[in-house]
């Protein structure tokens, strides 16, 4: 049973680019997260999702940060005209359709903003 | 407001000894979970143990296990017998709500780093 898949594993992108980010999640599973971790410190929120449905996006910031989980395909985490603040490493979870709802998590995606 | 504190920076353990890592949580909520992860120099986040609000007993996974007082609101790992690839990033983290009804999102504390010494 494969995890929780995330790619691109690395993405370097110039201030003013856009980043895509895909999550897979695992098989099974209808709930994907999205949180980013800043150097030094622990994972911080940003979206859960079900399919077709944003059910919190509290995490996000106001503007350039969009997120999907269309019907057919992996999720989406984009980030519109990057600045040098989004370089993060960003963690897709999954979690299975019944409690505890535990969360598992991909290998994240390392951006860098040059 | 729901807030997780890991207040150890940085452990040390001699290999096949036990160390406790510490988590307290602040919560008004009634039902919540407790999660302990643990992340490897390689970057990847591992599910290790859960701990329900409601639960009458205290979570074990193997060599994890959980001491969880619900009165202090703390949730300590403990790992036993440590061995080598022990040595990671340990992340608390909380979620509100009933956890066996929806998920939710994870508030994370700022994680210990375990260093497991031969």
């Known amino acids: 049973n494969a995890g929780v898949m995330q790619n691109p594993r690395h993405l370097v992108r110039r201030r003013g680019q856009e980043a895509r980010l895909r999550c897979s999640p695992m098989?099974?599973?209808?709930?994907v997260y999205w949180y980013r971790q800043l150097p030094e410190e622990g994972l911080k929120f940003m979206v859960y999702l079900q399919k077709e449905n944003i059910i919190d996006e509290s995490g996000m910031p106001k503007e350039r940060f969009s997120a999907e989980f269309p019907k057919e395909g992996p999720s989406i985490l984009r980030i519109q005209q990057v600045v040098r603040g989004d370089s993060a490493a960003y963690f897709c979870a999954s979690s299975p359709p019944r409690g505890p709802y535990e969360q598992y998590f991909g290998p994240g995606t390392r951006l860098t903003v040059t | 407001a729901q807030k997780i504190t890991q207040t150890q920076p940085g452990m040390f353990v001699q290999e096949k000894e036990a160390v406790t890592l510490d988590c307290t949580y602040d919560t008004s909520d009634p039902s919540y979970g407790l999660f302990w992860y643990k992340q490897p120099s390689s970057g990847e986040m591992i599910f290790l143990i859960y701990q329900g609000s409601y639960d009458q007993q205290n979570a074990t996974e193997g060599r994890y296990s959980l001491n969880f007082q619900k009165a202090r609101k703390s949730a300590n790992l403990v790992i036993s017998a440590s061995q080598l690839g022990d040595s990671a990033m340990y992340f608390c983290a909380m979620r509100e709500g009933r956890v066996y009804n929806q998920g939710g999102k994870l508030i994370f504390g700022q994680g210990t780093e375990l260093s497991v010494k031969p």
């Open positions: 098989k099974g599973h209808s709930h």
